[in-house]
């Protein structure tokens, strides 16, 4: 079975640019999650989606970054302008259906590090 | 305002001893803690968990013990391996409140041959 897929692994750019981050969750995993960790701190929670819902977005950080899910499989994070306190680790995580035990263990995909120059 | 906190940032253990890794919270209504191990260049690997009507969850060489009056959980491996070296983090989630997890900041274990 795959796992949740992360695109790109290292993206390096420079300020005032325009990245976009993609998924893929383990498939039939309805929900799907975006954390970032920032200088080796703790993971923190920019927003989750069921299916192709926003089911709370509370972790997002600015109206510079914008999540979507089409179709409720794969998901993009897209951040425009990107500017320098961006750079950090973007991880995509996904779980089954439903609320509770097993769908609170989220499957991390390897992560995107973003470099913001 | 950290939720999750994990006070140690690194640990250094022998290999064949106990490692004994902290996580302390203070949000009441987590209900359900998990622990989750990290290499580098790489996500975060589920490894262990625990609901909160439980005080102990075993799963070979993983246990982790979980005190709610004191918001305090803790993760022993025992024995530790020279592999078990990695970043672990502690989890916790409200079931009421969705699926998020909020996370500690990560405690670096070395496991020396």
């Known amino acids: 079975e795959a796992g949740v897929t992360q695109f790109p692994s290292h993206s390096v750019i420079e300020k005032g640019q325009t990245v976009t981050l993609r998924c893929d969750p383990i498939s039939g995993h309805d929900n799907l999650y975006w954390y970032r960790r920032v200088m080796g701190k703790e993971i923190k929670f920019l927003l989750h989606f069921v299916k192709e819902s926003k089911q709370d977005e509370s972790g997002m950080p600015n109206n510079r970054f914008l999540a979507e899910r089409t179709g409720g499989t794969y998901s993009t994070l897209k951040v425009q302008p990107a500017e320098l306190e961006d750079s950090g680790v973007y991880f995509c995580?996904?779980?089954?259906?439903?609320?509770?035990?097993?769908?609170?263990?989220?499957?991390f995909g390897a992560g995107s590090r973003l470099t913001v120059l | 305002d950290q939720q999750v906190k994990q006070n140690s940032p690194s640990l250094s253990v022998q290999e064949g001893r106990i490692s004994i890794l902290n996580c302390d919270y203070t949000?009441?209504?987590?209900?359900?803690f998990l622990w989750y191990k990290k290499y580098p260049a790489e996500g975060p690997t589920f490894l262990i968990s625990?609901?909160?009507i439980k005080d102990k969850n075993e799963d070979g060489r993983f246990t982790v013990f979980l005190n709610k009056s004191a918001k305090h959980l803790s993760l022993h491996i025992v024995p530790s391996q020279p592999g078990d070296s990695a970043v672990y983090f502690c989890a916790a989630s409200d079931w009421g409140a969705g699926n998020m997890l909020t996370f500690g900041g990560g405690t670096r274990l070395m496991v020396k041959p």
């Open positions: 625990i609901s909160s």
């Open positions: 949000n009441s209504m987590f209900d359900y």
């Open positions: 995580a996904s779980s089954p259906p439903g609320i509770g035990i097993g769908a609170n263990v989220l499957t």
